[in-house]
Nanobody, 115 residues
Framework: QVQLVESGGGLVQAGGSLRLSCTVS????????TGWYRQAPGKQRELVAT???????NYADSGEGRFTISRDNAKNTVYLQMNSLKPEDTAVYYC?????????WGQGTQVTVSS
């Protein structure tokens, strides 16, 4: 079993920055992928970015350019650095973990960007 705990959300003005953290615990397979998704009110959940256990990153259009995903394997934590935030980035951000054919979700953290 794998557990994910997200933190770092909050209220920020447009143009500001936030860093989200996702700490993973439990029985983790050696090869895994951790990613960030977001879901805005009335919209479908969408992928933002992923990073593999080897450090390979991938960004969806929503995360390209302003967001950076990274991981600290010693802390079992994946980060999402979000810069130049816009009101349209307002959403609940979820961490997702894939490994050994299973996936797990965190509880989500709210990010609100005011104009």
């Amino acid at each position: 079993q794998v557990q994910l705990v997200e933190s770092g959300g909050g209220l920020v003005q447009a143009g500001g920055s936030l860093r989200l953290s996702c700490t993973v615990s439990g029985s983790m397979p050696r090869f895994n992928i951790t990613g960030w998704y977001r879901q805005a009110p009335g919209k479908q959940r969408e992928l933002v970015a992923t990073v593999t256990s080897g450090g390979i990153t991938n960004y969806a259009d929503s995360g390209e350019g302003r967001f950076t995903i990274s991981r600290d394997n010693a802390k079992n934590t994946v980060y999402l650095q979000m810069n130049s935030l816009k009101p349209e980035d307002t959403a609940v951000y979820y961490c997702k973990f894939w490994g050994s054919g299973r996936d797990y979700w965190g509880q989500g953290t709210q990010v609100t960007v005011s104009s």
